[in-house]
């Protein structure tokens, strides 16, 4: 089943950005202020790239450098995939799954406008599936009432697991006379 929503409803609206002539210092301490795994990188307040955790592992630390020793330029992910905020959940993950990245910037017309994570989807996956078992839950027990008969001949018990005759339905469970009557 699928089901449509615009990423607009579940992405992270404040999203932390540094300009492309900052320093990778202040990329990191921005990123521990925020408790963030990534930064966006701008150059003249339009997105440009984007700076992950393990961009500073691969291309600072792996390699025993110093943060003075790499610009923000030659550190960040160009270019840039974004997508739009009409764009759907379920192609904004196919999105990612397919470019195997677990960040994507929102952009609309051209502005920065918010971020989506693997962990933002993750969670309204999560949540979805709370509501699909509720709904599911709800509906069986509506069309086992209105299908099932008052009395049924031989079966289990839903209340002791005995196996009798005459099974009534009571308050949406079938139950032997000795249960029914407790």
């Known amino acids: 089943m699928e089901v449509k929503m615009p990423i607009k409803e579940i992405m992270t609206r404040d999203v932390v950005t540094v300009d492309i002539k900052s320093d ?7 990123m521990l202020v925020y408790d963030v795994g990534s930064v966006i990188i701008t150059d003249k307040k339009q997105p440009v790239g984007i700076v992950t955790e393990r961009d500073i592992v691969r291309k600072i630390i792996s390699k025993n450098l110093k943060p003075d020793d790499i610009s923000i330029r030659e550190l960040m992910s160009t270019p840039l995939i974004t997508i739009g905020t009409g764009e759907d959940v379920t192609d904004t993950m196919q999105k990612m ?21 693997d962990t933002d989807l993750i969670a309204i996956s999560a949540e979805m599936g709370n509501i699909f078992s509720d709904l599911i839950k709800m509906h069986r027990e509506k069309v086992f009432s209105m299908e099932v008969p008052q009395n049924i001949n031989r ?3 839903e209340e002791c697991g005995d196996n009798v005759d005459t099974l009534l339905l009571v308050d949406g469970k079938l139950l032997c006379e000795s249960c029914r009557e407790t």
């Not at 990778?24 to 921005?30: M, T």
């Not at 799954?97 to 994570?117: A, D, F, S, Y």
């Open 97 to 117: 799954v397919k470019m195997e990245i677990r960040r994507l910037p929102v952009v609309e017309n051209g502005k920065l406008v918010g971020i989506v994570t």
């Open 155 to 157: 079966g289990i018990c």
């Open 24 to 30: 990778v210092q202040r990329l990191a301490k921005k």
